[in-house]
């Protein structure tokens, strides 16, 4: 498993669904939730952002990356209960809206291909409508080559593309 969705149930009758991950540690994040769970019973979960300082800043292991996970999987459950209630999509309770996302191609991959695969791959990527790429550093290569990658990279994309690095 790589992700788990969670229900919350209120008293109106109103589902709320949401989403937790990290990966390889499932049963772990699904332990956080249940220890969520007895601060939520009662609650009014029309009130995330309340409930998501309560349960943070009341943890032991702040920042922790499960907790994280865990609250994060509840949050967007309040969030899609205080939707489903006022009738409204998430996104217009968070206050924007956009017509497009922006996107990104990248590659994890992109650091065994070719050199001249990739400088041929940016220009390709971008006639498709990206205009932003990113790639891995890292790996055998020396700082040096990296930089001439990188620059070689630029090159072939030019400077109205942003090009970012993992």
Not at 17 to 31: D, F, H, K, L, N
Not at 96 to 110: E, F, I, K
Request: hydrophobic residues 40%; positive net charge.
């Amino acid at each position: 498993l790589r992700t788990i969705f969670i229900k919350m149930y209120t008293d109106a009758g109103i589902i709320g669904i949401g989403e937790g991950t990290v990966e390889g540690r499932i049963a772990t994040v699904m332990a956080a939730i249940k220890q969520i769970e007895p601060y939520l019973i009662g609650k009014d979960p029309r009130m995330p952002a309340h409930h998501w300082q309560a349960i943070y800043r009341h943890a032991f292991y702040r920042g922790d990356i499960v907790l994280t996970s865990a609250l994060g999987a509840v949050d967007i459950a309040m969030w899609d209960i205080k939707g489903k209630a006022l009738n409204l999509p998430v996104w217009a309770l968070a206050g924007g809206y956009r017509p497009r996302v922006p996107t990104y191609a990248s590659g994890a991959l992109m650091r065994t291909f070719p050199l001249d695969h990739l400088l041929k791959a940016g220009p390709k990527l971008k006639e498709k409508g990206f205009r932003q790429m990113k790639t891995q550093l890292g790996g055998n290569a020396r700082p040096e080559q990296e930089v001439e990658r990188i620059k070689l990279m630029r090159e072939s994309i030019g400077y109205d593309t942003d090009l970012m690095c993992d």
